[in-house]
Each structure stands twice: as C-alpha cells, then as structure tokens.
C-alpha cells in the first residue's frame, strides 16, 4: 500500500509553561491517559535519537464518526524554544539598561 503523507497543524492554548507541555508531549505511550477518547493505544516502534528526532509511534485511534484509524507518525523536527536562555538574555539586557542609566 502506498504511503500518503499529510501534515496536520492545530493550535491548542493552555494555561502552562512550554517545558510542562513538552514533558508530556514527549511520552506518546501516555496520550491515552489524558486524550482517551481519541488516543486508544500507542507504542513505540523506534526510539529515535538521543533527543527523540526520528522516532516512530504506531497509533490506533478513533475520530467522531464509529471508524478506528491505525497510522504510524514520526518526529522529523522540534520547535520547542529555548526558553530558559531568552529569559536570561531578557534579565542581563534589563541589568545592561540599569547600569548605562546610571
């Protein structure tokens, strides 16, 4: 069967702080736990990298109407920002702008 590739993207806005999200994104197996409905099994297939890139999940999941989907998905790229250090450039400019003030 011929592989047919999509992307999907979506917007989810949540009270919480990018690395709490990430820390729960980053364990697909777990997706059933809080996405249930949706999300009724998954297992890794290949762990990928020591950062996760490249790796593989089978998913068996459900949408609205009666169907069940099986898919595999891989993690190609990830866009988290590196948060801590823009919060540390932030406060030494702060510092910077103190100091020249005088």
């Known amino acids: 069967m011929a592989a047919h590739h999509f992307q999907i993207t979506t917007r989810w ?51 609205w109407l009666t169907y069940h989907l099986n898919w595999q998905a891989r993690l190609i790229e990830d866009q988290r920002p590196h948060r801590w250090a823009m919060a540390r450039g932030e406060e030494g400019l702060r510092r910077e702008l103190i100091r020249r003030r005088g």
């Open 13 to 63: 806005r949540v009270e919480a702080g990018i690395s709490e999200v990430a820390a729960i994104l980053s364990e697909p197996e777990r997706f059933p736990d809080w996405w249930g409905q949706v999300a009724l099994g998954i297992r890794t297939l290949d762990r990928g990298d020591a950062s996760g890139l490249g790796s593989r999940i089978a998913v068996h999941s459900k949408g």
